[in-house]
């Protein structure tokens, strides 16, 4: 995406994401930087096509001295593609970044639900996964969080989370606003290492022109932790209900909740004794991970 034309380049690889955009009502997350920025202005150039209704929302995070520019500058680029904006304010009273994260997307979730979206759209990219997938690793994560941002997942009840951007470079994010003369701001948050998050961005830019190919092969090393994770959790889920049915079978009806059977099947696998109660005076007994017939 470096030719004569980012602008087209990019809409084409957002066009690829046909299936997960196509005809959705979206709340258009928009910070005011220059990602959110290129994000408001893909989506909105391929609204027709695509069959968008799209909603921008700003969420002001009173702790930060530059929000009401960040603010102004969304607003501007809400009036410049003629979009409906809301401002969504947040509780001060946490600097915690997994706890602001939290409220900003309860605040984006509860936007989407008030307007009928049924998804809210960000402009996380590769770079973003790069450090999402290394913040997993430093906290000693599994498969689960090694797989890094999913392009789709369920925010909350009727709600998706889309980042139709994952796979491109940040760099031709800032290019396209720049091609487009396109107002943005700039975090000076973003150079406080104190934040977990940027120190990891400072590393890895640090790292990129040594490693080329550092986000693709991160990206691809997510992909492939994701999909095992997903595979694991789908074998897991045959198992559960073949047990529930093996259960139902056994004592005439559906006999325990989630909890009980889950627990019943971590028995069995780690080969353990015992009896394990399912609910309604049934129980099961196991020796050595296998059920005693008594």
């Known amino acids: 995406m470096r030719g004569a034309h980012p602008e087209r380049d990019l809409e084409t690889a957002v066009l690829r994401e046909r299936a ?8 258009v997350a928009c910070s005011g930087g220059a990602d959110s920025v290129a994000l408001v202005a893909l989506v909105s150039s391929l609204s027709e096509r695509l069959e968008l209704q799209l909603r921008l929302a700003y969420v002001h995070h009173p702790l930060r001295r530059s929000a009401w520019q960040d603010e102004c500058v969304v607003l501007r680029i809400a009036a410049s593609f003629g979009l409906p904006v809301d401002t969504l304010p ?9 706890t602001l994260r939290e409220r900003r997307y309860g605040a984006l979730a509860e936007h ?3 307007w009928g979206n049924d998804a809210v759209v960000t402009a996380h990219h590769a770079q973003d996964q790069s450090e999402s997938v290394l913040l997993a690793l430093f906290r000693g994560a599994g498969e689960r969080g090694l797989g890094g941002m999913r392009v789709r997942r369920t925010l909350a009840e009727g709600v998706d989370l889309l980042r139709p951007l994952l796979a491109i470079d940040g760099e031709a994010l800032h290019a396209y606003c720049h091609a487009r003369a396109l107002p943005y701001a700039v975090d000076p948050s973003n150079a406080s290492l104190d934040v977990r998050r940027n120190a990891v961005r400072d590393a890895l830019d640090a790292l990129r022109p040594r490693f080329p190919g550092l986000d693709r092969a991160v990206a691809r090393a997510a992909t492939i932790a994701g999909n095992a994770s997903e595979n694991e959790e789908a074998d897991r889920g045959a198992a559960r209900r073949w047990l529930s049915g093996a259960l139902a079978r056994r004592f005439g009806r559906e006999s325990s909740e989630f909890e009980r059977v889950e627990a019943l099947l971590a ?12 609910g309604g005076g049934a129980s099961v007994l196991l020796r050595d991970g296998k059920p005693v017939n008594e």
């Open 90 to 98: 947040i509780d001060p009273d946490s600097t915690d970044e997994a």
């Open 112 to 114: 989407a639900r008030t």
């Open 20 to 27: 997960l955009l196509f005809g959705r009502r979206l709340t």
């Open 267 to 278: 028995a069995i696998e780690g080969g353990a004794s015992g009896r394990y109660a399912l």
